[in-house]
């Protein structure tokens, strides 16, 4: 008995010292599947949203190609543990023109996407299956 609850009371411990504060810690976030709302259809493309503490984002495709390199201009909110329910939206330069991603977890991970582009804006919505630390 003494032993299980020294084990649970180590677990505890080891959870809450990797919790990861997104704001300080660069992150790759994996997605399975990429919605596109203004045709209304999902790929099922892997892909690695990445997020440099804060700073920067790239969307990278399964072959590596970046997809959109953005400047984070302004933060709204905090996230500071990303295993936990949280929300977080970033103004970003995409280019010379803006755009806003909002990433948010609660029952899964979303991250939602829409860039002024040179011609229609462009709209994503990521589903989340892995976060990592680098």
Same mark, same amino acid.
């Given at each position: 008995m003494k032993n299980l /609850?020294?084990?649970s009371i180590l677990a505890v411990l080891t959870v809450r010292a990797t919790a990861q504060n997104i704001s300080t810690t660069n992150l790759n976030w994996g997605s399975v599947s990429t919605f596109v709302p203004t045709t209304a259809t999902t790929t099922g493309e892997v892909t690695q949203f990445i997020t440099y503490s804060g700073d920067?984002?790239?969307? /990278? &495709?399964?072959d590596q190609t970046i997809k959109y390199r953005l400047k984070v201009l302004e933060t709204n909110g905090t996230w500071s543990d990303v295993s936990q329910a949280g929300t977080i939206i970033y103004? /970003?330069?995409?280019? &010379?023109?803006r755009g806003v991603i909002t990433m948010t977890r609660s029952n899964d991970i979303k991250v939602r996407m829409m860039l002024t582009t040179d011609a229609d804006p462009a709209v994503y919505e990521l589903t989340i299956n892995s976060i990592q630390t680098f």
């Open positions: /609850v020294l084990l920067s984002i790239r969307w /990278v &495709g399964a103004e /970003v330069d995409n280019n &010379g023109k």
